[in-house]
């Protein structure tokens, strides 16, 4: 399994971007990127994924370094909804495993 | 509404107790997957299944057992053996696209499990 290296927490304002940063110098080439986030108390949630290309959805855009060596979970306007633990998970396509580290706590502050 | 339901949100057991924790699916997905976490951590895989009949260990299996007997249904046990039962558990479903699971994973709330 690819290491994955977040910080440990951020904090952003309501309304305003946030970049979410992941690092994971040991993917191989046909793993997946996949962003998972965790509600207080509630199971996690799919937030995006992405091999190569950036990819955008309702939820986020994932921006994927050249190298694909790091990668960034872009929330375009955060919303208190938004506050949660944020995991980033290089996945081989196909896999049963999803490893969970420890994540990223966001913090959004009114 | 589709979605995976666990029952109950809390549960307590004393110690030396078996105890078995329900996950159902209506979201017609083949996987199902039993996870664990432990407070200030990442989740931990303990059995998944693709199939009726047929599951596979995950990371830390022991002291725990599973069924899948039917396709919406795929109950935790958390057996005596098991040390550290204490913790919070969740289940998951995905589908199978093409005879390969995808990543996307769809999890239920949670049971929280406390062992006494």
């Known amino acids: 399994d690819a290491k994955t290296t977040q910080p440990n927490s951020m904090e952003s304002n309501e309304e305003e971007p946030v970049h979410l940063p992941c690092n994971h110098s040991?993917?191989?080439?046909?793993?997946?990127i996949h962003w998972y986030r965790q509600l207080p108390s509630q199971g996690p949630e799919y937030v995006i994924h992405?091999?190569?290309s950036n990819v955008n959805n309702r939820m986020a855009s994932l921006a994927i370094a050249e190298d694909r060596k790091s990668s960034t979970l872009i929330l375009h306007r955060a919303t208190l909804r938004d506050a949660a633990v944020y995991y980033c998970?290089?996945?081989?396509?196909?896999?049963?495993?999803?490893?969970f580290g420890k994540g990223m706590k966001l913090t959004v502050n009114p | 509404d589709g979605g995976i339901t666990q029952s109950p949100k809390y549960l307590f057991r004393k110690e030396g107790q078996n105890v078995t924790l329900s996950c159902e699916q209506n979201?017609?997905?083949?996987?199902m997957y039993w996870y664990r976490q432990d407070p200030g951590q990442g989740l931990r895989l303990i059995y998944y299944?693709?199939?009726?009949?047929?599951?596979q260990k995950g990371d830390i299996a022991e002291g725990y057992s599973v069924s899948r007997e039917k396709k919406e249904s795929f109950p935790l046990t958390v057996t005596s053996a098991q040390k550290n039962p204490t913790a919070f558990y969740l289940c998951?479903?995905?589908?199978?696209?093409?005879?390969?699971?995808?990543?996307?994973?769809?999890f239920g709330p949670g049971t929280r499990l406390t062992v006494l």
């Open positions: 992405g091999l190569t």
């Open positions: 299944s693709q199939i009726v009949n047929d599951f």
């Open positions: 040991t993917i191989s080439g046909t793993d997946y």
């Open positions: 998951a479903s995905s589908i199978i696209a093409g005879g390969t699971l995808t990543n996307e994973q769809f």
């Open positions: 979201l017609n997905h083949d996987a």
């Open positions: 998970i290089p996945t081989q396509g196909g896999s049963e495993k999803l490893v």
